[in-house]
């Protein structure tokens, strides 16, 4: 997908973040009127699920890492398309990539993606959202512009993308100690982009582990050829 | 099984620890001579291998809980057996039940198992520790105590408990970021005894997760109905 080819707005959104290297965009309709918004499509869903529309827009931009927060674990929660820069330009941020164990940069680097990825990954779970059974209607803005993107929505499809599933609205609310039913999955753990990218259980996404959802496919049917169906 | 029946010591073990409402025992031989052990089939391993000997004890007699030590967390790391004594008796140990979260307590009180289970949980992960592809050869004094117990032994025939593949001893030693590669697993999560505890890869008892291992084939059986083998 190109962005620059959806006659969105596109034009730059000044930032007060020091990590402002890359641009950031708007994208509303080009010929929009009003202030700029980098996630007009996720505004409908901000202002009656706040924190799903939070979440949406954390998991498209932020890498995660470490649960804790340490020296030793890295810079957690950082946008996506900083860990694309050089250890040398990293530098001037304020962060020292050498100090970090390798499997530490590994981990960071391996999260990596471009703006305009992270944007398509974040239109692509504002559509999967919609789509979940139980999740409110999107208003005719937002669903003609992602059934534009993506085609045509269909009510109650979206799927965990390890057990296949359906994945209901209401398991966002689930939470139970602060950990969310719902987590963001990628089918390729290291590829970012919005055909890759999707939801699953949390107790899936912990049992898929580092592996491609294929992977895991081919294990469990491994251990099921040994133990005899 | 019962362990007074083994023709053992059982003598009492005098302890400093203020956990002593339950007496720890000797298992040498009834007519050994020398002075009493708790884990005498324990001991070549331990001589060889400290840190697989000392493995088998700690998960044998103590309860896991959070990986991080806090207030919240509640005691982590206690014996199994503290864990079966009433919320009034605990606190006389300075353990306030109370102030933890119903779901922390859970956990602990799930994880409570009798001295004597304990005992022979940590003979029967012995006994397959010594199984394992690459084990060192056990003792006679040994290798015919739990062969008594247990039956004959078998060289290299210790499988993972959710998988079914064979386990090397070597991984015990392959570490990765102070995480062992080989984890005690419990094929039914909450009971602590020989015939239901076992080795497991660190990432299939990730992926068992709180299910019992049946539960969990049952769950990716379904999973491949619905992807289409």
């Given amino acids: 997908m190109n962005l620059d080819q959806l006659g969105l707005c596109r034009k730059a959104i ?55 927060k340490s020296e030793e674990a890295g810079p957690n929660r950082i946008l996506r398309w900083v860990m694309l820069e050089t250890d040398e330009d990293l530098r001037a941020y304020g962060i020292d990539m050498t100090k970090l164990k390798p499997q530490v940069v590994a981990k960071l680097r391996e999260k990596a993606a471009g703006y305009d990825d992270c944007i398509e990954v974040s239109m692509w779970l504002t559509y999967l959202v919609y789509q979940m059974a139980g999740a409110p209607a999107a ?23 390890v057990c296949r599933l359906p994945l209901a609205f209401e398991m966002f609310e689930g939470a139970q100690r602060g950990r969310a039913i719902i987590e963001t999955c990628h089918r390729e753990p290291r590829q970012h982009s919005a055909g890759n990218v999707g939801f699953a259980h949390r107790e899936c996404n912990i049992a898929q582990g580092a592996r491609s959802v294929d992977e895991f496919y081919a294990w469990i049917r491994g251990i099921l050829d040994r133990v005899g169906r």
Avoid: Y
């Fill in 14 to 68: 000044t930032s007060r973040s020091k990590f402002n290297r890359v641009v950031r965009r708007c994208h509303k309709e080009g010929s929009h009127e009003g202030p700029c918004d980098e996630f007009p499509f996720l505004e409908h869903l901000e202002s009656i699920a706040g924190r799903v529309a939070q979440k949406v827009k954390r998991d498209s931009v932020m890498t995660t890492g470490a649960a804790w």
């Fill in 139 to 161: 208003p005719s803005s937002t669903s003609d512009f992602l059934a534009r993107v993506f085609g045509p929505m269909r009510t109650a499809t979206t799927l965990c993308e």
